[in-house]
T-cell receptor, first 113, second 114 residues
Framework: AQSVTQLGSHVSVSEGALVLLRCNYSSSVPPYLFWYVQYPNQGLQLLLKYTSAATLVKGINGFEAEFKKSETSFHLTKPSAHMSDAAEYFCAVSGNTGNQFYFGTGTSLTVIP | SQTIHQWPATLVQPVGSPLSLECTVEGTSNPNLYWYRQAAGRGLQLLFYSVGIGQISSEVPQNLSASRPQDRQFILSSKKLLLSDSGFYLC?????????????FGPGTRLTVL
């Protein structure tokens, strides 16, 4: 069975500081992993996804994530936080058939000016 | 390009009243369709998914139901709303196929049950 765990339901960073949002996965098969962002009262938007190609995945808005099999992690990073990055971030893993996604509980990112 | 629509955007309903939320997808055929609920301050809860017309899988027993009367239409319903049904409802779709297919989300419906 697949699942993801997001460590830290709330993360605060200063504007310009490094953003690090943690995600660990559990999967009995090679995982396909996703990061989504949700702004208030909006749907989820795909940031990036890992599909067993390059382990370092670059996404939109300057975000990237690195797949580390040895650590079963897929942490999301951005070198320099911007005020517009304040949002809820979800990590997800897809099931074998693609019919189901398993989402983490989300991490709320606050950017302090 | 593909787009996904949800309506209404917001809804305030009394306890015990019926519910109907609609989701439609444009620009693709035979999509997988999903209904999620997001309670305040919580993550996403998968409610239903559908791989084809009339095919509905329920993930959580509750007083909600879903139907897929057309290929690109997904409806979430209830005969009698409960206070606990309040939340943000999201519809999503992805292409039928392998596990790498991204889920794309609609803008959501904010439901408040009073």
């Amino acid at each position: 069975a697949q699942s993801v765990t997001q460590l830290g339901s709330h993360v605060s960073v200063s504007e310009g500081a490094l953003v690090l949002l943690r995600c660990n996965y559990s999967s009995s098969v090679p995982p396909y992993l996703f990061w989504y962002v949700q702004y208030p009262n909006q749907g989820l938007q795909l940031l990036l996804k890992y599909t067993s190609a390059a382990t370092l995945v670059k996404g939109i808005n300057g975000f990237e994530a690195e797949f580390k099999k040895s650590e079963t992690s897929f942490h999301l990073t951005k070198p320099s936080a911007h005020m517009s990055d304040a949002a809820e971030y979800f990590c997800a893993v897809s099931g074998n058939t693609g019919n189901q996604f398993y989402f983490g509980t989300g991490t709320s990112l606050t950017v302090i000016p | 390009s593909q787009t996904i629509h949800q309506w209404p955007a917001t809804l305030v309903q009394p306890v015990g009243s019926p519910l109907s939320l609609e989701c439609t997808v444009e620009g693709t055929s035979n999509p997988n369709l999903y209904w999620y609920r997001q309670a305040a301050g919580r993550g996403l809860q998968l409610l239903f998914y559908s791989v084809g017309i009339g095919q509905i899988s329920s993930e959580v027993p509750q007083n909600l139901s879903a139907s897929r009367p057309q290929d690109r239409q997904f409806i979430l319903s209830s005969k009698k709303l409960l206070l606990s049904d309040s939340g943000f409802y999201l519809c999503a779709w992805n292409r039928a196929g392998g596990p790498t297919d991204t889920q794309y989300f609609g803008p959501g419906t904010r439901l408040t049950v009073l």
